[in-house]
Nanobody, 123 residues
Framework: QVQLVESGGGLVQTGGSLRLSCAASGRNFSDHAMGWFRRAPGKQREFVAAISGAGAYTHYADSVKGRFTITRDNAENTVDLLIENVMPEDAAVYYC????????????????WGRGTQVTVSP
């Protein structure tokens, strides 16, 4: 089983950038697609980005395309989410996720979740 721990959240100014990281422990990290979801206050959880096991394929929510970049390092068992040109609506708890099937992950039901990291956006 893959265990996930997020880091890198915090306070960021509108227009700034922030990098979230997720460290995975367990076996066969490269067999898992990885992804990020977020939940803003008063809103439903939403898919943000996903990356295939080998890193060759990425998929983003329309709302973050061009500003978010997901990458992974299979040697280090990590996946990062770079957030650029931060906007107030990016404020949320961000969750790292994993699943052996990227389609299941993107559909909103990944098998593994981290506990989340808070991103707060200041004016």
């Amino acid at each position: 089983q893959v265990q996930l721990v997020e880091s890198g959240g915090g306070l960021v100014q509108t227009g700034g950038s922030l990098r979230l990281s997720c460290a995975a422990s367990g076996r066969n990290f490269s067999d898992h697609a990885m992804g990020w979801f977020r939940r803003a206050p008063g809103k439903q959880r939403e898919f943000v980005a996903a990356i295939s096991g080998a890193g060759a394929y990425t998929h983003y929510a329309d709302s973050v395309k061009g500003r978010f970049t997901i990458t992974r390092d299979n040697a280090e068992n990590t996946v990062d989410l770079l957030i650029e040109n931060v906007m107030p609506e990016d404020a949320a708890v961000y969750y790292c996720t994993a699943d052996t099937h990227i389609s299941i992950l993107i559909a909103g039901s990944p098998g593994r979740w981290g506990r989340g990291t808070q991103v707060t956006v200041s004016p």
